[in-house]
């Protein structure tokens, strides 16, 4: 499941489309873990474990799923710093490039700046 262990910052998203939707926006080595929905108990230690002393960041659709796998991710990754897209967007993947530009700056996230409008 890791994959790029000298990226100091990880963000933790659903689905590879959401994933390819960041790797777009960002410019700096981040680690994009999709979740494909809920995780098991096994695979969710795991990941937590592969991850503690990173930045962790977590970025879920505002809907039920979304809710529950942050909730779960709540659990095992109490520093994580959560990320939101509004609720109007609903889905990560179908956010504007430059509404998740902005949350990702505000989290101080190195940005394409051609994402800025």
Known sequence: MIMDETAHKVIIVEGKSDKDKLVSILDEPVEIICTNGTLGSHKLEELAAAIEHRDVYILVDADDAGAKLRKQLM???????????????????????????????????????????
């Open 75 to 117: 659990r095992e990754l109490p520093n994580a710093e959560h990320l939101y897209v509004h609720r109007m967007y609903r889905e990560v993947a179908k956010t504007p490039l430059i509404y998740l530009a902005k949350v990702l700056l505000g989290a101080h996230f190195n940005i394409n700046k051609n994402c800025l409008g």
